[in-house]
């Protein structure tokens, strides 16, 4: 049992992983990134929400980090999409720029940009699994 990291730059295999019951019994947590672009992220939401069995909808956290980073300038739909996620899913805060990825079920799915991906993946360890590390002394 472990934290994982995948790269799910390629569609349909966000489903794959989170419905194989193998695969999630092995793995404590996983953490999803990529996401090349707006098209294919926004299939790969799609097909989680489908997996799900839950609707897209902006989320209102989400949103209020969207604003904050667009302050003084337009929220245009397609922004709007960088904050649609699956339904009841939790934000995980983006410090470099204030896009956050989103968490459900021990799955993180975060950018694929190490400067983003990093710091999202770190927050999630620290914040859930703090006790399964050891300090280093």
Not at 4 to 32: I, M, R
Request: net charge negative; glycine share 8%; charged share 20%.
């Amino acid at each position: 049992s472990g934290v994982l990291v995948l790269d799910v730059a390629e569609s349909g295999q966000v489903a794959q992983f989170f419905h194989n019951p193998a695969f999630v019994e092995e793995h404590q947590a996983v953490a999803h990134v990529g996401g090349d672009g707006d098209v294919v992220r926004d299939e790969q939401v799609g097909e989680l929400a489908a997996a799900l069995d839950v609707e897209l909808e902006l989320h209102p956290a989400g949103f209020e980090e969207l604003k904050a980073r667009f302050a003084n300038e337009e929220i245009t739909d397609k922004r709007k999409l960088l904050v649609t996620f699956p339904r009841g899913v939790q934000i995980v805060p983006n410090p470099f720029n204030r896009i956050p990825g989103f968490m459900v079920n021990e799955h993180y799915f975060v950018p694929g940009f190490p400067q983003m991906a990093h710091p999202m993946i770190e927050w999630a360890l620290d914040t859930f699994y703090k006790n399964e590390f050891q300090p280093v002394t």
